[in-house]
């Protein structure tokens, strides 16, 4: 693999190629993963289409609502490190300056209980994506700028979180056991898809991406547990997640 680093801002092909500024941009956007969670987003807060990312895939509206007096966006982000990536890439391009991500993550530790609430702040990077965006390393800091706000906002709403070393990996189907096992001895306590790319991208165009998990799958036993992987499941518990997840980007746009 190509793992040379080049810091130059300018590429052949850039983001500001394909999508171009709007001045009346909001600064903030909320993500996630799953289509029905955005859905719940969009019906509460009457969020309103008000542009699109135009994809091979298909169109992928960008939605807007206001909360109290802030404009907030609303998008559902691509699965995988790279498909994430160039989405935010093209957000930014838009105008946006600051996104808050939350998803699933797969746990290396049974403790951990259901839907908790995880906040990284390292990231093994087992994905290619973020080595175009950042020197080659084990590892990558999570949420280098966000980490103090998101903090201070889990703790004043009384919301119980922990921390976390993650492991971002591009094979979701090649988490062997004894990938498992050496990552929880590392101390790695979580397994995602993006969060070390996320990390690197933020880093590189000098932008806020507060990302945070909510634990499904329990790797940490012989016989896999999907608990809650999937959209369905503990449905209730996950639009309180998307609330919490508004809620923090009114405190990053009051910044």
């Not at 983001?15 to 909001?26: A, E, G, L």
């Not at 329990?218 to 518990?237: C, H, M, P, T, Y």
């Amino acid at each position: 693999m190509y793992t040379r680093f080049e810091d130059t801002q300018e590429a052949v092909i850039n983001p500001w190629d394909i999508v171009k500024r709007r001045p009346d941009c909001p600064k903030v956007a909320v993500t996630c993963f799953a289509h029905n969670l955005i859905a719940y987003a969009i019906e509460k807060y009457q969020a309103q289409v008000y542009d699109y990312l135009h994809t091979t895939n298909g169109d992928k509206p960008i939605y807007v609502c206001k909360i109290e007096s802030h404009r907030i966006a609303l998008f559902m982000s691509g699965t995988g490190a790279s498909a994430a990536v160039n989405e935010y890439e093209e957000l930014f391009a838009l105008g946006i300056e600051s996104i808050v991500v939350f998803g699933t993550c797969g746990v290396l530790d049974s403790s951990i209980k259901d839907c908790a609430i995880l906040l990284p702040t390292l990231a093994y990077r087992d994905e290619g994506t973020s080595f175009h965006y950042a020197q080659a390393s084990q590892t990558i800091a999570v949420n280098v700028n966000t980490h103090t706000q998101m903090k201070q906002f889990f703790q004043t709403h009384a919301i119980a979180y922990r921390e976390a070393k993650v492991w971002t990996t591009d094979g979701f189907y090649r988490e062997t056991r004894n990938k498992v096992e050496r990552m929880k001895a590392a101390g790695y306590t979580c397994v995602d898809m993006e969060c070390s790319a996320l990390a690197a991208l933020a880093q590189f165009r000098r932008k806020r991406i507060a990302q945070f998990f909510y634990s499904a799958d329990n790797l940490d036993q012989k016989q896999w547990d999907k608990r809650s992987l999937g959209n369905a499941e503990n449905i209730e518990v996950k639009k309180n997640i998307v609330d919490i997840a508004m809620q923090l980007s009114l405190q990053l746009a009051s910044e």
